[in-house]
T-cell receptor
Framework: LAKTTQPISMDSYEGQEVNITCSHNNIATNDYITWYQQFPSQGPRFIIQGYKTKVTNEVASLFIPADRKSSTLSLPRVSLSDTAVYYCLGPGGGSTLGRLYFGRGTQLTVWP | EAQVTQNPRYLITVTGKKLTVTCSQNMNHEYMSWYRQDPGLGLRQIYYSMNVEVTDKGDVPEGYKVSRKEKRNFPLILESPSPNQTSLYFC?????????????FGDGTRLSIL
């Protein structure tokens, strides 16, 4: 099971770029890295997913180094509405197929 | 509209009174899972199912039961609820049983066990 480690909290100001790094030392060869966003009292929402190098969509970018033991979610020019908890997901391959570990996530607070 | 529907959204009940939280998805997904969320502990997986009649324990299965008799439904059963099961519960589904495809989450069920 690819357990993940992320900072508990981060603070930023509106308009800044925010980078949240997640470590997943024992990620399996076939595992993708997936990030979710969660607002209070709502279910997590998919943001972005990648396997290696860089992936970009309209919301965020995801950077994955060659060894894939970590990943960095990049949110460009954050706004107050980006205040949320961000989870890096470590799927479980092999004998733990289907077992998923969300962890505690990173609470991002954006200030005006 | 693709969605995961949980019921009830809120429930206050008493210790020992059996309850069931229903979860239904309309995306024909093979994979379904239950999570509980507690302050400071993030999301923890309770049970998951990779197909009909196939269920497995997650990180915190004690005190819970599940069943997967049909593809769209994955109810969470608390046979004898206790106060430590007071929590926010989420059901999710995915087209990929390994977790490598994005999961779709329901809106959550807030349970209070007195």
């Amino acid at each position: 099971l690819a357990k993940t480690t992320q900072p508990i909290s981060m603070d930023s100001y509106e308009g800044q770029e925010v980078n949240i790094t997640c470590s997943h030392n024992n990620i399996a060869t076939n595992d993708y890295i997936t990030w979710y966003q969660q607002f209070p009292s709502q279910g997590p929402r998919f943001i972005i997913q990648g396997y290696k190098t860089k992936v970009t969509n309209e919301v965020a970018s995801l950077f994955i180094p060659a060894d894939r033991k970590s990943s960095t979610l990049s949110l460009p020019r954050v706004s107050l509405s980006d205040t949320a908890v961000y989870y890096c997901l470590g799927p479980g391959g092999g004998s733990t197929l289907g077992r998923l570990y969300f962890g505690r996530g990173t609470q991002l607070t954006v200030w005006p | 509209e693709a969605q995961v529907t949980q019921n009830p959204r809120y429930l206050i009940t008493v210790t020992g009174k059996k309850l069931t939280v229903t979860c239904s998805q309309n995306m024909n997904h093979e994979y379904m899972s239950w999570y509980r969320q507690d302050p400071g502990l993030g999301l923890r997986q309770i049970y998951y199912s990779m197909n009909v009649e196939v269920t497995d324990k997650g990180d915190v299965p004690e005190g819970y039961k599940v069943s997967r008799k049909e593809k769209r439904n994955f109810p969470l059963i608390l046979e004898s609820p206790s106060p430590n099961q007071t929590s926010l519960y989420f059901c999710a589904s995915s087209s990929d049983r390994s977790g490598n495809q994005p999961q779709h989450f329901g809106d959550g069920t807030r349970l209070s066990i007195l």
